[in-house]
């Protein structure tokens, strides 16, 4: 990646400090991303397909699948440390749905800020904000990624 893509250099242990935040980002996610969520997954919970279904179990209509959710949003860390390649570990506690019209995408508001850099500055471990429509969509979410 490289500053001509738009897409900063990944952090070193010289640009990585504890507080520093990430670029804030907004993902959409649509009906049709669900379907192929579910068709790749292999998970047909009509939970994410059938607004009838979901709202049966008290959801607002269809959601969207919390790895569909968790992997956009370890992927928007992921660019920010220069690849997938660089995430060693995550740790996510959901809090709520991810709510998918049928007429519009769900946005899905990512932001994070470096929580804490290790001694050796070779990880920094990452504190992420997810929400959709105001409301919190992880409860606590932490992606530590590899600075070297």
């Known amino acids: 990646m490289t ?17 520093a935040q990430l670029p804030a980002r907004t993902l959409l996610i649509t009906r049709e991303d669900v379907r ?44 920010w440390a220069g690849g997938a ?3 060693l570990a995550t740790s996510i506690r959901f809090a709520g749905p991810v709510a998918v019209p049928a007429d519009a995408p769900a946005e899905l508001e990512v932001a994070g800020r470096v929580k804490k850099v290790d001694d050796d500055g070779g990880a920094a471990e990452v504190a ?3 929400t959709c429509e105001g409301a919190k969509v ?5 992606v530590t990624v590899s600075l070297a």
């Open 36 to 79: 192929r969520y579910a068709d790749a997954s292999g998970d047909h919970n009509p939970i994410h397909l059938d607004d009838a279904a979901a709202q049966a179990l008290g959801l607002p209509g269809v959601v969207a699948h919390g790895m569909l959710t968790s992997a956009l949003a370890i992927g928007v860390v992921a660019d």
């Open 138 to 142: 992880f409860g606590k979410a932490v």
């Open 3 to 19: 500053p001509a893509d738009g897409v900063a250099n990944p952090p070193t242990t010289a640009t990585a400090t504890t507080g």
């Open 128 to 130: 992420l904000t997810v």
């Open 85 to 87: 390649d660089r995430v």
